[in-house]
Each structure stands twice: as structure tokens, then as C-alpha cells.
Nanobody, 123 residues
Framework: EFRLVESGGGSVLAGESLTLSCVGTGVTFSRIDMAWFRQFPGKEREGVAVADRDGRVLYADSVKGRFTISKHGDNGKNILYLQMNNLKPEDTAMYYC???????????????WGQGTQVIVSS
């Protein structure tokens, strides 16, 4: 069974940093594309960053230069990270990890999702 479990969310002040983690089990990361999305209350999920199976990355304009996505596989444990620096109040959202064998980029068409982790940034 393919599962994604996020962690690392929390409450921080503007300008501070957080690192989100997504542990994937049941699949080899090198065979799938992985992404981070976020969802604001009452809004659709929006793509934040993508790391595809070939190691290429893509970022939403709103996070370029501040967020970094990376994938690490070690001893059967696959982890997707999102390093978030210089956080802003407008980054406050529920953050989700997503994965799929097909490439969807920053479109929320992925078939596998984690349960989400909340990020709150206060001014």
C-alpha cells in the first residue's frame, strides 16, 4: 500500500523557517513525481513545489527563492522535504504532500495524498 505521511508543521513568526517532511512508503521515489501543495481556508489546493522522478524541480512564483524541495531515499525510507525560509503570514495554510506515477506538475491531479500538516505564520 502506498502511503504518505507529513509532519513538521507548526506556528512561527514572520521571517522564521520551518521544514516539512513527508515519509513515503510502498513505492520507490525514483519512479514517481512528488509535490507539495497548500490549501487556504475556502480555497482550492495550490501547487507549491514539484520534484519529479528525474530530479527536476519546479516552484510556484509565490515561493521562489524562499522554499526548497528535496527528496531523499535511504535504507528503504523515502522522505520528501520542503524547507521554508523567510515565512510570511500569507504562507499560512494546510500543507499536503502528493505523489503520482504520471506528471502533473503544479496541478492538483495527483492520485496520492497525505493527511496534511498545518503551518501558521504570525506577523
Amino acid at each position: 500500500e502506498f502511503r504518505l505521511v507529513e509532519s513538521g508543521g507548526g506556528s512561527v513568526l514572520a521571517g522564521e523557517s520551518l521544514t516539512l517532511s513527508c515519509v513515503g512508503t510502498g513505492v520507490t521515489f525514483s519512479r514517481i513525481d512528488m509535490a507539495w501543495f497548500r490549501q487556504f481556508p475556502g480555497k482550492e489546493r495550490e501547487g507549491v513545489a514539484v520534484a519529479d522522478r528525474d530530479g527536476r524541480v519546479l516552484y510556484a512564483d509565490s515561493v521562489k527563492g524562499r522554499f526548497t524541495i528535496s527528496k531523499h531515499g535511504d535504507n528503504g525510507k523515502n522522505i520528501l522535504y520542503l524547507q521554508m525560509n523567510n515565512l510570511k503570514p500569507e504562507d499560512t495554510a494546510m500543507y499536503y504532500c502528493a505523489a503520482d506515477r504520471d506528471f502533473y506538475g503544479l496541478d492538483a491531479e495527483y492520485n496520492y495524498w497525505g493527511q496534511g500538516t498545518q503551518v501558521i505564520v504570525s506577523s
